[in-house]
T-cell receptor, first 114, second 114 residues
Framework: LAKTTQPISMDSYEGQEVNITCSHN???????ITWYQQFPSQGPRFIIQ???TKVTNEVASLFIPADRKSSTLSLPRVSLSDTAVYYC???????????????FGAGTRLAVHP | DAGVTQSPTHLIKTRGQQVTLRCSPK?????VSWYQQALGQGPQFIFQ???????QRGNFPDRFSGHQFPNYSSELNVNALLLGDSALYLC?????????????FGPGTRLTVT
């Protein structure tokens, strides 16, 4: 499983765009990149998943360069409620016939200030 | 549509005791995974159940065992509790083979071992 590296913490202010970059130099051909969000005392919540180029949903955008060795989660116009830990995960959802365990790192603690 | 539910919310046990935690998956999901999350760390995979069998296991001792019932609900059992077992225990469910990187987490059970 590819190891990921992301900043331990980030600070931002309400209304700003936040970009969190994740490095995954050993990503395999079949691996997808997935981001989860976790609020205190809650379970992680799936945000977005992508394989290459750009993926956008109602919550965030995910940018993946051609070499796929890194990815950037972009949160537009953050609010105080976006204060959370963000995890970058890399893995093949089809591994072992569909059984897939998620490998979490320490994540990035995002603090949004008024 | 109820999401993943877990019980109890909080639990306090003494070293050496045994504990059972319960999880009901999201409607339509048949695969259940358990994770342990120590304070300040990312969730760590314990094991995964599908068709009432353990399919994958993380690096956890045999004191950690589980079960899945015909209705897909699951239990996590921990024997001979240690102080280091104090953590948030998360249950996650997913439909087998369908974007397995997207798992739905419950709110967790906070276990304190004294």
């Amino acid at each position: 499983l590819a190891k990921t590296t992301q900043p331990i913490s980030m600070d931002s202010y309400e209304g700003q765009e936040v970009n969190i970059t994740c490095s995954h130099n050993n990503i395999a051909t079949n691996d997808y990149i997935t981001w989860y969000q976790q609020f205190p005392s809650q379970g992680p919540r799936f945000i977005i998943q992508g394989y290459k180029t750009k993926v956008t949903n109602e919550v965030a955008s995910l940018f993946i360069p051609a070499d796929r060795k890194s990815s950037t989660l972009s949160l537009p116009r953050v609010s105080l409620s976006d204060t959370a830990v963000y995890y970058c995960l890399v893995g093949d959802p089809r591994l072992s016939g569909g059984y897939n365990k998620l490998i979490f790192g320490a994540g990035t603690r995002l603090a949004v200030h008024p | 549509d109820a999401g993943v539910t877990q019980s109890p919310t909080h639990l306090i046990k003494t070293r050496g005791q045994q504990v059972t935690l319960r999880c009901s998956p999201k409607s339509g999901h048949d695969t259940v995974s358990w994770y342990q999350q120590a304070l300040g760390q990312g969730p760590q995979f314990i094991f995964q159940y599908y068709e009432e069998e353990e399919r994958q296991r993380g690096n956890f001792p045999d004191r950690f065992s589980g079960h899945q019932f015909p209705n897909y609900s699951s239990e996590l059992n921990v024997n001979a509790l240690l102080l280091g077992d104090s953590a948030l225990y998360l249950c996650a469910s997913s439909p087998l083979g369908q974007g397995a990187n997207e798992q739905y987490f419950g709110p967790g059970t906070r276990l304190t071992v004294t």
